[in-house]
């Protein structure tokens, strides 16, 4: 599957002709055609004069499909894997891509992605769930400068929320701790004067961790406030990065220097972080995590499949793995192991 990164300037209208589909998930207008025929891609929007109009996600459910092609799925298994459920008084959950969605989550369920936008000295990308790594690193290198990640205006929150309204549904967006990024703030600013459905703009108090409360969420989202309560009380959230320059780099002052980030032998604080480069190797980070939390039910949220074949020697295995998204990797490095620990 193609690294799922596109120019800001070709995605922030939100709609795609069927040439820029086709180039950004490698297949061809007769086989959009058909997968609309047979219902596993839901209809586009069209113009006037029938030109099809394909939005975000059928940008990602392509994306999916491709995948699970390579994997050898037929069309009908993939038809039945994929179809949405119909749901009767829906909750649209629309959430930062920082927060790198469970993509099994986002196969089957009524959760939308806001993307982050990923800068890397002029040119700008919109990130979706995932960056692949290594493309990340190339472009990095390339451009001789550390990508850094800023979330949508309030205008682009305002588009997206207003466009999920109009669904009928109950659209609730949820950001990660406001101390962190402030798209809280702007979510909430451009939510005051939408008022076509009912909308609800949640400060989640958590960095990442959702992936533990999906389901109860989407079974029952009219207790988010309390699950998402409990989230923030169970919830401990580790990080083993390699490239601690992005967390402190030289002569700069972070906004996220509000964060306490605590040694990583007191796993029971909210958050732990270890700079392996302070450490011999991979496995000398991870002991002093592994040893103290590893009979709890986690989450491992990976950079690459080499940094998880490396969690995976060590004896690292959890109920969930999942990769990072690219805003995720744009703050703290493109080599990290976060994990996510429910008490």
Known sequence: MKPSYVRIARIRSGFYKIERVCHLSGLTPAMLRYYEKIGLLPPPLRTSGGTRLY??????????????????LSLREIKRKFTPRVQKNKTLFLVDSFFSPDPAILQRAAVRVMPMNIRFGYYKYADYTTLDPRRFAALENKKKILAEATPPTEGEYREALLRAAQEKATVVSLHPDSRFWDS????????????????????TGLWGGLNFYWERLLAAPQNLKNILAQAQKSVSEIFIVRSPERLFPAGQNQHYKLFDFTPIFQHTARSGLVPIAREKDFASACHYVWREIKSLSKIIAYSSPETLAAAHQLGLHAEKEIPLSSAFLAVFGREILAIFVKK
């Not at 939005?55 to 050898?72: M, N, P």
């Not at 004067?193 to 009912?198: I, K, N």
């Open 184 to 203: 809280y703030r702007l979510a909430k600013l451009a939510a005051s004067g939408l008022a076509p459905a009912p909308l609800k703009i949640v400060d």
């Open 55 to 72: 939005q975000d996600e059928h940008l990602r459910l392509l994306l999916e499909i491709v995948s699970a092609k390579r994997r050898g």
